[in-house]
């Protein structure tokens, strides 16, 4: 039975997570169980599949708001999933990998993933993280939809806020909706350092230093897509958007 809850007002509105449909792609039948009961429990409906195939023929079928992929798979793994499920329609992908490998991370993301988390993990933790994607998917159709005037221009870097745009000398750049909103929170301050943390915080909702690799992989994502002259580090704070010299 769906949750509800009742507000203020005395209307029933659905509990947090309540419609949102959720792919947990997983061949580890404890894990996928403890993610699916964890999700359940936070209102979201959950299905699930164990390997490459099904999970493409599921999410096709399904159209959930949101996949959780493990790397590791039956049939072909979660990176090909990523691959043919965002080729079908755009949804946001939460990778999960058993390596501490940032190779893996970097292709996750280069295939269309939005956020990863590396085994073992708290199901609070994902749970969170859940929640911060599907805002984060909110707020920018939200955005799509809200005329704001102006484009940003810092140099031959381009961003268009109204269409989640971002253009480089001219040419259309493809960013996931974290990298988007990553390049957007350091662009709001030119050349001003942002710690890891401040980013994870305004971009994440996440509030855990443990989560500040995650960080330094997608600006390594987003180097390679807008050139890594662009993003500055400044080691042992954070990083700066860098723009032309006036």
């Known amino acids: 039975m769906e949750q509800t809850h009742t507000s203020h007002n005395g209307a029933t509105a659905a509990a947090p997570g309540a419609q949102r449909r959720v792919l947990v792609v997983e061949d580890d039948p404890t894990i996928v169980d403890a993610i699916a009961a964890r999700l359940r429990a936070e209102g979201f409906v959950v299905q699930t599949a164990g390997d490459g195939p099904s999970a493409v023929d599921t999410?096709?079928?399904?159209?959930?708001?949101?996949?959780?992929?493990?790397?590791?798979?039956?049939?072909?793994?979660?990176?090909?999933?990523?691959?043919?499920?965002?080729?079908?329609?755009?949804v946001p992908v939460l990778m999960l990998t058993a390596r501490d490998d940032e190779t893996d991370?970097?292709?996750?993301?280069?295939?269309?993933?939005?956020?990863?988390?590396?085994?073992?993990?708290?199901?609070?933790?994902?749970?969170a993280?859940?929640?911060?994607?599907?805002?984060?998917?909110?707020?920018?159709?939200?955005?799509?939809?809200?005329?704001?005037?102006?484009?940003?221009?810092?140099?031959?870097?381009?961003?268009?806020?109204?269409?989640?745009?971002v253009r480089v000398r001219s040419e259309?750049?493809?960013?996931?909706?974290?990298?988007?909103?990553?390049?957007?929170?350091?662009?709001?301050?030119?050349?001003?350092?942002?710690?890891?943390?401040?980013l994870l915080a305004e971009?994440?909702?996440w509030a855990d230093a443990s989560g500040t690799r995650t960080v330094d992989s997608h600006i390594k994502a987003l180097r390679r897509k807008i050139g890594a002259e662009r993003i500055r580090t400044v080691h042992g704070v954070g990083y700066a958007l860098e723009t032309p010299t006036p």
């Open 59 to 90: 999410a096709q079928a399904w159209q959930p708001d949101l996949l959780i992929l493990d790397i590791m798979l039956p049939g072909f793994d979660g990176l090909e999933v990523c691959r043919r499920v965002q080729a079908q329609r755009p």
């Open 105 to 127: 991370m970097l292709v996750g993301l280069g295939v269309g993933a939005d956020d990863y988390m590396t085994k073992p993990f708290s199901m609070r933790e994902l749970a």
């Open 129 to 165: 993280r859940v929640h911060v994607l599907l805002r984060r998917i909110e707020r920018a159709t939200l955005a799509a939809t809200t005329p704001r005037s102006g484009i940003l221009r810092l140099g031959e870097l381009e961003i268009d806020h109204a269409q989640r745009r």
């Open 172 to 198: 259309d750049v493809h960013l996931t909706p974290t990298e988007f909103d990553l390049l957007v929170c350091l662009a709001n301050t030119p050349r001003a350092v942002l710690s890891r943390e401040q």
């Open 203 to 205: 971009v994440w909702d």
